[in-house]
Nanobody, 126 residues
């Protein structure tokens, strides 16, 4: 069993930055691909970014390209989502999810990920 815990959410003004962290623990936790998703009130959960187990492969939703950066610290079993130039539309609960196996450009469906955290709220004020 793998446990996933997000942290780093909060309230920020438009144009500001936040860094989310995703810590994983459990058997083989360091060998999993990781994705970030978000869900705004009344909307479906959507893909934000993902990173392969080695850190060499990353994918982003078009709306966050150039503003968000996903990275991982393998020694800490932690994945980060650096979010810059935040917009009110980025307001949502952000979820971290871990996946057994590889990721591809098409790996964007929440059902493709195996382990989920509880989420962390990000609120961007205008």
């Amino acid at each position: 069993q793998v446990h996933v815990v997000e942290s780093g959410g909060g309230l920020v003004q438009a144009g500001g930055s936040l860094r989310l962290s995703c810590e994983r623990s459990g058997k083989d936790a360091g060998n999993l691909a990781v994705g970030w998703f978000r869900q705004a009130p009344g909307k479906e959960r959507e893909f934000v970014a993902a990173i392969g187990w080695s850190g060499s492969t990353t994918y982003y939703q078009d709306s966050v390209k150039g503003r968000f950066t996903i990275s991982r610290d393998s020694f800490k079993n932690t994945v980060y989502l650096q979010m810059n130039s935040l917009k009110p539309d980025d307001t949502a609960i952000y979820y971290c999810a871990a996946k057994i196996g590889m990721i591809f450009a098409t790996t964007r469906n929440p059902s493709q990920f195996n382990y989920w955290g509880q989420g962390t709220q990000v609120t961007v004020s205008s």
